[in-house]
């Protein structure tokens, strides 16, 4: 290393440093070309010597009295020997160690007297002379591996430099450098021991003298980074990897100052620091350059060539930890074939994600392919297009094109690591547990087995998160991946260390009431969690038929140790009647259990129901195609009498027949539930259907029914009519039932027109007509919102009816009479009504027309609604380009929210003219917001004749032009 002159102003500092690895200024360099001349080289230098010798009789005369021992005589003699240990340090430079070796010899009478008066006197220096001559003999006789040689020399020069009183002490500097050199050449021979002590004495001393001596910055660096240097050596030597790890950083952080003038220290460290850590020298060099923000990347680590051991992960996770410049981590594993045990792998993978998740200055996280934004895991990253990548992007604002900003209820990554391995499955969850922002994850459809489901759980379990933005993960939806009895028992330890909130106790049971009795029942919306809930409280494992009876009571066993658990969906999972068991639950705020397509039978079901009564807060059961008969049946129409505070039941697709359904009405006419589903039960006899009118009267709670699929005897649509006029039920399945036009006139004529509450009638797949809908359209309750008439054979004929229904049905807000043939003018009649009448006269906002035969023709007729409705479903109508360029160039308002055209035969112009017109109008909103008045939030495009390479410029077009609009392709 080398620094200017100037830098050190003090002599004897200079002097010092002069005989050590820092060059001052250019006399050693100097000396060094000087001595490799054809007169010195390689040569013994006779004349040199001969001086010395001579200088040595001076010195010997003074001790006999002959020469006066005066300040001349000692100034003369310093420089004599100082320029001699210069000259045998200029032949160590030049590769001659062994003539420098024995020059060092030639000149060691000349550093101490016989005469204790002489010794003593601390002008002469004697022993300062000493110890450097010394210093360079050791230096030398090192290089040509002479050690014991060194080891005495250096022996002498450290009892030299720790042996005098306060008024020879030498200076500090000069005793740490011999004591470094000491330590080196200890370690050399292997005497590790005493050369660590001797190595960690000159390090302290370094840090004392650097406080008190003024020195260049980059000269105390460089002392520091190779006294750290030598005792990391030596620790490695020793096995003591903590202790050299220590030091290997230290000495890396001193060799930051010095920059690229570091005689190649950083790298002599950052090789002893892998053997430290375990670690391949080239991964740590990668580390301390992410570290640093150092090499041409520098924002950008790419860990996919490295194998992930946990020594790896330990320094990936310490340079996140302290990194301020890294902006992207790649992580890629193709081998999947780990080595690791994985309780003790999922620890350092989780760790991993956590410090990725605290690291401020990272911005991208890339695990095989996909990318996630560390402050937002659940925001998918689009790929930048070419508008957005080109010379003039700068200019433009995509902040609004790269997903939405607000946080959604669940993190959404179905189907999203169906593709990667476990290991990298094991990344992503990890990263998707511990920086989760909502209320729980979908990880769906992604082939989970027992290898990364433990993953979850451990990552589930971590209670030592930090930033507070992040949030426990109370939502699991893990349907359809590859879950077995081991993956169900490791998912049941989740619940394992849950901590019980402190109020856990003290909720009763009229806080899960409902505060309005003719509040509409929502079967999708839970009650809020409260904050203190740190582990899973709903959890569905639907869709992976080899759990089985084993696997969903371990899972229960799990469940029930945690008392704050709500939900539990398991359909589809091969669940028997042999594990129906559920123990414990009780315990729990169990309070929807969904166990459809399982096949349960009539035992299963009467082992459930049993274990259900004790279940106080279950307020919705779902048990559809489960195989129950008049037994199962009767087991539940004894838990719909016991339970009180049960709200939904599903039943649909058993065998329920008959009987059956008359043992369970009989149920539910003495429950409060608010919504039964009996669809496709094979119900038929009028008995049935007496009781199922029976059940709606006598339950004044029922909001909702559905019989779908049953084809009711010739008296069953009445006794349903006539029942609705006495009941509550605000919403009515009555889809595949067989029903023609006069059974809607006896369904409606027996008091179902009468009512004023009936809000949602679906009559979807019933062969009812023309004729039916003219009944409905002239008898349906003045307070309907939602009717379904999809596939019920209607033709163009119905156009006066669906006037009739639409003005006369001012609350009438959403109509779906999608797949009947109504042909290009079935709606000509409603689209006048509508255009002529204002606004407040009808609420329709919501009109299904998909597969109506409509053709350009109808799908222009339809312009001017086109700015009263939100919804408009035009799939499968066989409209082409030219239809929507006439809707696109109508003078009149086009405002909605979302434009359903999939299945058509839409092409290149169509689209253009799409682009064209929002275009404009969003080119006009930007001087004056309030000029936009035609606008479609979501245009569905997909299955029509539009090629992927114009989608794609499309797309581009759209981001820039039309950012409002999203077109799906």
């Known amino acids: 290393m080398k620094i200017p002159r100037d830098g050190v102003e003090d002599t004897l500092l200079y002097e010092i440093m002069y005989f050590s690895p820092v060059e001052l200024g250019d006399e050693r360099y100097t000396n060094k070309l000087y001595f490799q001349t054809d007169i010195y080289h390689r040569k013994w230098p006779t004349l040199m010597a001969d001086r010395m010798s001579h200088q040595i009789e001076k010195l010997k005369h003074c001790e006999m009295g002959i020469v006066a021992f005066d300040d001349d005589f000692k100034q003369s003699h310093r420089e004599a020997v100082m320029g001699f240990c210069k000259m045998a340090l200029a032949y160590l430079d030049a590769r001659e160690a062994r003539i420098a070796m024995k020059l060092c010899e030639h000149c060691l009478p000349a550093t101490q007297s016989a005469e204790p008066r002489l010794q003593t006197d601390p002008d002469a220096d004697f022993d300062f002379l000493r110890i450097i001559t010394l210093s360079v003999l050791a230096c030398a006789a090192r290089r040509v591996k002479f050690f014991q040689k060194a080891i005495d020399a250096l022996a002498e020069a450290k009892s030299l430099c720790l042996a005098g009183d306060d008024s020879t002490q030498q200076h500090p500097l000069l005793i740490a450098l011999t004591l470094l050199n000491l330590s080196a050449v200890l370690g050399d021979i292997d005497h590790d021991e005493q050369g660590l002590r001797w190595g960690l004495e000159a390090l302290a001393m370094m840090y004392n003298i650097f406080s008190t001596v003024e020195l260049p910055e980059m000269v105390q660096a460089y002392y520091l980074s190779l006294t750290c240097h030598n005792a990391a050596l030596l620790n490695v030597k020793l096995g003591r990897w903590m202790d050299a790890q220590e030091l290997v950083d230290e000495g890396i952080e001193f060799t930051k100052i010095l920059g690229e003038n570091d005689d190649n220290l950083r790298s002599k460290l950052i090789t002893i620091g892998a053997q430290a850590k375990h670690l391949p020298e080239g991964f740590l060099t990668e580390a301390v350059n992410a570290l640093n923000g150092w090499c041409e990347e520098r924002g950008v680590w790419n860990l996919s060539f490295w194998d992930f051991s946990m020594a790896e992960v330990k320094e990936v996770v310490r340079v996140l930890q302290n990194t301020l410049t890294l902006q992207k981590l790649v992580m890629d594993q193709k081998d999947d074939d780990r080595r690791y045990e994985a309780s003790v792998e999922n620890a350092h993978l ?84 511990v920086g989760n922002e909502t209320e729980g994850i979908d990880l769906s459809n992604n082939g989970i087995n027992v290898t990364s489901i433990s993953m979850l759980t451990h990552a589930l379990c971590l209670t030592d998160r930090q930033l507070e933005r992040t949030r426990p993960c109370r939502v699991l939806v893990l349907r359809n991946n590859d879950l077995g009895l081991e993956a169900a028992q490791e998912l049941a330890k989740i619940w394992a260390a849950a901590e019980q909130p402190a109020d856990e106790d003290e909720a009763s049971d009229d806080d899960d009431a409902f505060d309005d009795e003719d509040e509409e029942f929502d079967p999708t919306k839970e009650k809020p969690v409260k904050d203190d809930l740190n582990s899973v409280t709903s959890l569905d494992v639907s869709q992976n038929p080899t759990i089985g009876d084993a696997g969903f009571q371990a899972i229960v066993q799990g469940i029930s140790r945690y008392n704050c658990f709500k939900a539990l969906r398991a359909n589809d999972i091969g669940l028997t009647s042999a594990g129906c068991r559920m123990e414990g639950m009780d315990r729990t705020r169990l309070d929807v259990l969904c166990l459809s397509n399982n096949p349960l039978g009539c035992e299963g079901v009467q082992t459930l129901c049993e274990a259900l009564e004790s279940c106080s807060r279950l307020r919705q059961l779902q048990l559809d195609r489960c195989g129950i008969q008049l037994e199962g049946a009767k087991a539940l129409r004894e838990l719909l009498r016991n339970h009180e505070k049960l709200q939904e039941v599903s039943v649909a697709h058993n065998m329920l027949c008959d009987d059956g359904a008359v043992e369970f009405c009989s149920g539910v006419a003495e429950s409060s539930l608010k919504a039964v589903n009996l669809a496709h039960n094979e119900i038929f006899s009028d008995t049935a259907s007496e009781s199922i009118g029976d059940m709606m009267k006598s339950c004044q709670s ?12 010739n008296l069953g649509p009445s006794q349903i009519g006539s029942a609705i006029e006495h009941s509550r039920v605000l919403t009515l399945h009555l889809e595949d039932m067989g029903l023609s036009a006069d059974a809607m006139d006896d369904f409606l004529d027996q008091g179902a027109a009468e009512t004023q509450d009936l809000q949602e009638l679906s009559l979807n797949n019933n062969p009812i007509g023309d004729e039916g809908l003219g009944i409905i359209a002239e008898s349906l309750s003045i307070g309907l919102t939602n009717l379904r008439i999809s596939r019920c054979g209607l033709t163009n004929t119905s156009q006066a009816m669906l006037l009739s229904l639409v003005s006369l049905s001012p609350n009438l807000q959403r109509l779906d009479v999608s797949y009947n043939d109504l042909g290009p003018r079935g709606c000509a009649d409603m689209v006048k009504w509508m255009d002529q009448n204002d606004k407040e006269s009808f609420s329709l906002c919501y009109l299904e027309l998909s597969g109506c035969n409509l053709g350009d023709e109808g799908f222009q007729l339809l312009v001017p609604i086109m700015g009263s409705l939100r919804y408009l479903g035009l799939r499968d109508n066989g409209i082409t380009s030219a239809g929507l360029q006439s809707v696109m160039s109508a003078n009149q308002m086009v405002k909605m929210q979302t434009l359903d055209l999939e299945g058509n035969h839409i092409g290149e112009p169509g689209v253009h003219s799409l682009t064209e017109r929002f275009q404009k109008e969003h080119k006009r909103s930007l001087w004056n917001p309030k000029q936009l008045t035609s606008m479609i939030d979501l245009v569905i495009l997909k299955n029509n004749d539009i090629s992927p390479a114009l989608a794609a410029s499309t797309e581009a077009f759209i981001k820039i032009y039309n950012p409002l609009m999203t077109v799906a392709w």
């Open 350 to 433: 989780a760790q991993l994600m956590m410090a990725v998740i605290e690291c401020h200055c990272i911005e991208l996280i890339t695990i095989s392919g996909i990318d996630f934004y560390p402050r937002k895991v659940w925001r998918r990253v689009k790929k930048r297009g070419f508008l957005e990548t080109s010379w003039y992007a700068s200019a433009l604002n995509f902040a609004d094109v790269w997903g939405g900003t607000q946080t959604p209820e669940l993190g959404q990554y179905d189907g999203l690591l169906a593709k990667l391995n476990h290991f990298s499955k094991k990344l992503v969850i990890a990263l998707v547990v």
């Open 702 to 713: 029922l909001l909702k029914l559905v019989i779908s699929g049953n084809h009711l005897d």
